[in-house]
C-alpha cells in the first residue's frame, strides 16, 4: 500500500512540474534592460496558441510567448509592465529558431509542451529550454 502511494505522488510531482533553463536579455529601447530566467511556463493552449507562456518570479511584470503561427511562421511576444507586447519575428532578427513539441501527456485536456528557443535579435537575446509546460 505505502508502495502504491509513493508511486502515485511521485508520478503526480513528475506530470505537473514545469522545468526551464536558460535567460534571455530583454532590450527593447523603451525600458531598461532586464536578464530574464524563466522559473514556470505553461502551455499556449490556455491562451488560444501554439506555443509556451513563461514567467520569472524576479520581474514578475515581464511575460514572453513563444509560438507558431500557421500564417506568419514562429513568434516570440514579449509584454513587459501592462504595455502593447513587442512581436519579434524571424525577419526582425539575426536567428529566432524555435523547437515546439506537444508532447503526449495531457492534464485537464491541455496537452504539454516542451522544446527549446534561440534567439538573436536586437530585442531579446539568449537560449531556453522548457519541458513539462501545461
Known sequence: MIAVVGAAVFALVFVFSSEVEGTLR?????????EFTPTRCRSGQLSGFFGVELHADDVPDVIVRL????????????????????????????????????TSTTINDVRNVEGAATLACSAARGELKFSGCH
Open 26 to 34: 530583454l532590450s527593447d529601447g523603451s525600458a531598461p534592460a532586464v
Open 67 to 102: 509560438m507558431r503561427d500557421p500564417l506568419q511562421g514562429d513568434l516570440v511576444s514579449v509584454e513587459r509592465g501592462g504595455r502593447a507586447p513587442l512581436v519579434l519575428k524571424a525577419s526582425d532578427c539575426e536567428s529566432l529558431t524555435l523547437e515546439l513539441v506537444r
